[in-house]
Each structure stands twice: as C-alpha cells, then as structure tokens.
Nanobody
Framework: QVRLIESGGELVQAGGSLRLSCAASGGTFSSYTMGWFRQALGKEREFVAAISWSALRTYYAESVKGRFTISRDNAKNTVDLQMTSLKHEDTADYYC???????????????????WGQGTQVTVSS
C-alpha cells in the first residue's frame, strides 16, 4: 500500500476552477492506477476519475466529463485533478486512491483501490 495525502480543496464560486493534488509515498507509484472519488454529505462515495500507470488511459464519471482532467507525474509521485466550470453539486470531500494494477479492469469500482487518502474538502458556492 501507499500513503496518500490530498491537498487543494477550498471554497470556490460556481463556474470557477480548482486543482487538487495527491502526493504518494511508500510504494512504487508508477505501478499503480490512481483514482479520485468524492463523497457529498449524506451520499455514498462516487467515482470521479482514474488514470493508468502510463497516463495513456483515463476514465471519467459522466457528470464530470469535459470539465475535469486527471493527470499524473510519475517522477514526482503525484496525481492531480484539474476541475473547471465547477457546479454546486461538485461540493464534496474528494479522495485520492491507489489500485495495485498498472491498467485497471474496473477503474470506477472502489473495491480495486487498496490505499486511500484522508480527503480534501471542496465547497462550490452557488
């Protein structure tokens, strides 16, 4: 397992942009699929985006496709989530996750991820 620490969450106005970052340590970062999930108050955790080890494959939830971009830097052991055109419904705690597969079979399933960060809070004011 790897240790994951998210950062970048804050209060932002609707229509604005925000960049979340996740720093990994304690594992071979380049061998992991990385993902972002979110959990709004009173709701279940949901998939947001994922990226394969080489960054050649990316996956997005329909609700964020075209607005969010996931990227990774294997030299720095980081994975970022660039969020644009933010909506009030994007308000949630955002979690970084790592799956011990270079290329995921089911990237949207939380069950393939065995390491999770503590989360960073994103609040979008309407």
């Amino acid at each position: 397992q790897v240790r994951l620490i998210e950062s970048g969450g804050e209060l932002v106005q609707a229509g604005g942009s925000l960049r979340l970052s996740c720093a990994a340590s304690g594992g071979t970062f380049s061998s992991y699929t990385m993902g972002w999930f979110r959990q709004a108050l009173g709701k279940e955790r949901e998939f947001v985006a994922a990226i394969s080890w080489s960054a050649l494959r990316t996956y997005y939830a329909e609700s964020v496709k075209g607005r969010f971009t996931i990227s990774r830097d294997n030299a720095k052991n980081t994975v970022d989530l660039q969020m644009t055109s933010l909506k009030h419904e994007d308000t949630a705690d955002y979690y970084c996750a790592a799956a011990p597969f270079p290329v995921p079979v089911l990237p949207k399933s939380p069950s393939i991820y065995n390491s999770w960060g503590q989360g960073t809070q994103v609040t979008v004011s309407s």
